[in-house]
């Protein structure tokens, strides 16, 4: 329910309730004969943060360039480059947003990548929103393909109404995804080869650490799906998995996967001087971090449920997998 009013609950905060606490604040504070003075530029000054995420901040996009390096990549993958993208929340990017989303399309086949990866989240609460934008998702192309996985949007989780219609409500999203083109992996896992050479792709449905979100990611599962090649230690594994939480909760503790791309986060869609007010909760929020051999890449996004971003602008990431070469 919070989820459904989300946008004119932000705005309603914004461009109202915080300007008045401010004047509040300001008539406590000031001298009784500037306070007026001081309101009104407090409030000048939210409402101009508020109008500029809405419209400038949230339209911004950057590329991140990336190498990653591992002793267990075979020697045929050295240089493969995966483009990841997350948190599309398409049915934020309607109208004149909807430009956004085409130039992030064509920015991604502009890198002409090896593999492209989304991380979860493609919409806001429900499939007609990524039904609507089919024919630019369905646009994007890569030598090895697109791969995907759900994230906690993905899923009837803010929707009131009866079991059987979140049933359906999700397989739309699974049918409407695999429509675009993308492989959606669901506790399970691809193999890519190169020759005799091949990397494990491997995606694991959404867990998240507070319980209302789904818990259906089954790392057992997901590296057990039978195939031609069984994942030995030795196997390089690129996992997917949309909330970065499960890396030190499941992940790292339950296989052996050498990188983790995740999303979810969006980087709180502000941060200052390199620190976002989400880092409070979600101590991996955006880019890097390692333990020992091990790495997890945490994409900031692309949208957000909120039509809003400051100085935190959508991300497309470029990670060139290299070969660490022994001392």
Known sequence: MIARYAIPFFFL??????????????RWLA?????RRYALISALVVWALVLYG????????EVHRYDYASADLPKAFDNYRIVQ?????V????????????RAVDSINALQPDLIVFTGDVQNLHPDE???QLPILKQLRAKDGVFSILGNHDYPTYLDCSESEKASLVQQTKDLERQCGWRLL??????????SDSIVIAGMENWGKVKRMPRLGDVKKTLSTPTALNPSPSTFIVMLQHDPSCWRKKILPECHAQLTLSGHTHGGQFSLLGWSPVAITTPEWGGWYTEGERSLYVSTGLGGLIPFRLNEPGEIAVITLKIKHKD
Not at 16 to 22: H, T
Not at 31 to 35: A, E, Q, Y
Not at 56 to 61: A, I, P, S
Request: net charge positive; hydrophobic share 50%; proline share 4%.
């Open 13 to 26: 905060m914004g461009l109202v309730v915080v300007p008045l606490l401010l004047a509040a604040l300001c």
């Open 31 to 35: 001298p009784k004969r500037r306070w």
């Open 54 to 61: 809405h419209f400038v901040g949230f339209l911004q996009m």
């Open 85 to 89: 993208f997350s948190d599309a929340h």
């Open 91 to 102: 049915g934020s990017l309607t109208g004149w947003h909807q430009s956004f989303l085409q």
């Open 130 to 132: 990524l039904r609507q």
């Open 186 to 195: 669901l506790n399970e896992y691809a193999v890519i080869r190169r020759g």
